[in-house]
């Protein structure tokens, strides 16, 4: 559990002398705490004369790996093993947003790319401290000393001291503006297959999420909410449910009505029972195919280019809303009292949530602790509706309420991944390579959608200013392929339909589509859909090496059993050069997926087995969507 700023400050982690460093990704300046207001430290690193090492992650942790990632990072500089040092998800602080972000938040897959140079110079200034102050002790020259296992040695003598026998007198030294850091040759945790840090925790249902957080005295909530977007609660008879046993309260909140229990069935069942009308929203009489009509008449509205000769495509891809289906539902627990208020969330933006409470509750941001819970997934669902929703339910009952949403208001009521369709035109040379490539998408705007649900906090202007173009839209479809003329338009549509970012956001459906088009032209063309790519890709050499890596670890151009297939494709998302074979088959009109073969360009790697598990993780997720998640 996370802990606020004053709580780091006094807990027992903290409660010994010792040195305290911190950074913040937004200025390399490594800041001492005797020398330093504390509430300016960013990036927490606490060595204590008990000889305890504590670190704050920045970072939420929910699934991706960073609480083993980032602490492997501070430790190799620091010359400790990941476990000698104790976690503390970071709590709300200006210094733990990440460079160029508008808030604390955490996606994009940028964890590590924004603060592996912050904790490799905090971990650097730190040995160099520790090393100054032996050297000092000893009266020799730092460079004859040596750090191990955490303890500065000096081999002529075989004299050595622990981190924490030194850590006070480092704590009184300058720190150093420019630390020397190890040499990649020099590294032995940095790039190795290392085991989670939480691992234990997770199997052994120790770590907490969300859903497990406990508070004396707390009450449980479930919620109604309209079954159209943007529908309105018109009225309700709360009789009903306040007859079931158990039942606290029914409170009007955000999007609908949530029923407060005893427990958590009690109020599922008195939402059950609840007689509640919604009026229609902006959204009403929406299906598929009206949708679909109304993408296809706004990529019209973009003009088509006419292209002519015998080998040219021009075609449409159409690509549903999806829903993220977390595997732990929606959920907070809040505490809500006359002068302060407290929140356990599994939040990926939790300095929104706080200025979100601060909002509903009229207290100042400062009032407000917030703690990041583990998420149980979140692919870029866990935002902030759930959690106002709980501050709302405890400001109205004046007790602490844990509010979960069932499965079925949670696929209900996602935020997802847009609706798109593309057109596509491409013009073939006399060598059947693409010459002309157009590509127009039509679709709702996930960013847009995200800023206006920032209107009443302190992030929207940097937001705001931050918008251009909507990449999260867009991205994608800047192709790595030598195709002379590549043209790309985008046309917004607003259905009604709330939207957010899915995992991977716009490559998402931009990957598919653009692949299954040069695939589609591979086959006009007459020529193998790897050797196709490869000619294509003469100026991008990591690509081009992706590529050939997984076809010969496919067995690319081997004889397959009979009825199989396969399919190769390639895609750069987030500076990670992806490319997979699969080899599937037809069952009776059922797709079987044999096999997935899979590799990435990630440039450079912390640890390749939590790169592993997130690819593992990926297939299984894309596979879902494509094959097994449609809602009938």
Known sequence: MSLTRRAFLHSSLLLTGGLLLGCTSNSPRILSSPKESANELGLWLRIGTDNRIGFVVPSVEMGQGVTTSLPTILAEELDVEPEQIDIVLASVHEAYRQQGMFTQGTGGSTSIVKWWEPLSKTGAAARSMLVQAAANRWQVAPSECQTQAGQVLYADSGRK????????????????????????????????????????????????????????????????????????????????????KGV???????????????????????ADALRIEFSGGKSQGLDDQKLEQQLTEALDNLGKTEIV????????????????????????????????????????????????????????????????????????????????????????????????????????????????????????????????????????????????????????????????????STEGTQLPYAIPDHEMDYEVIEPGIRVGFWRSVGNSHNAFTVESVLDEAAGLAGRDPLEYRVALLTDQPRHRTVLEQVAKEAGWGTKLPEGHARGIALHESFKSIVAQVVEVSVDAGNLLVHKVHCAIDCGRYVNPNIIRQQMEGAVIFGLSAALYEQIP
């Open 248 to 270: 606290v309260q029914v409170v009007e909140i955000l999007n609908g009505v949530a029923v407060v229990a005893e427990k958590f069935w009690q109020a599922k069942k008195g």
């Open 161 to 244: 001291l622990s981190y924490g026998e030194l850590a006070e007198a480092a704590s009184k030294l300058e720190v150093p503006d420019d630390p020397p850091r190890k040499d990649r040759s020099q590294h032995r945790l940095v790039g190795q297959p290392l085991k989670r840090l939480d691992g234990l925790a997770k199997v052994t249902g120790q770590a907490q999420f969300g859903i497990d957080v406990k508070v004396p005295g707390m009450l449980y909530a479930t919620v109604q909410q309209s079954p159209v977007f943007g529908g309105e609660v018109l009225r309700y008879d709360e009789s009903t449910a306040l007859s079931v």
């Open 309 to 472: 000769g015998e080998k040219t495509l021009d075609v449409e891809y159409f690509l549903p809303y999806l829903a993220h289906a977390t595997m732990e539902p929606m959920n907070c627990t809040a505490d809500v009292r006359s002068d302060r208020c407290e929140i356990w969330v599994p939040t990926q933006f939790p300095e929104v949530v706080r200025d979100k409470a601060a909002k509903i509750t009229g207290l100042e941001p400062e009032q407000v602790m917030v703690h990041t819970t583990y998420l149980g997934g979140g692919f870029g669902r866990r935002g902030w509706d759930f959690a106002v929703q709980a501050i709302q339910a405890s400001k109205a009952v004046g007790r602490p309420v844990k509010l979960i949403w069932t499965r079925e208001e949670d696929t209900q009521h996602d935020f997802y991944r847009p609706a798109y369709k593309s057109r596509l035109q491409v013009q073939l040379d006399e060598d059947g390579l693409p010459k002309f490539w157009s590509h127009q998408l039509a679709g709702p705007s996930a960013i847009s959608e995200f800023a206006w649900q920032l209107v009443d906090t302190r992030a929207v202007g940097k937001l705001l200013n931050w918008i251009d173009w909507d990449v999260t």
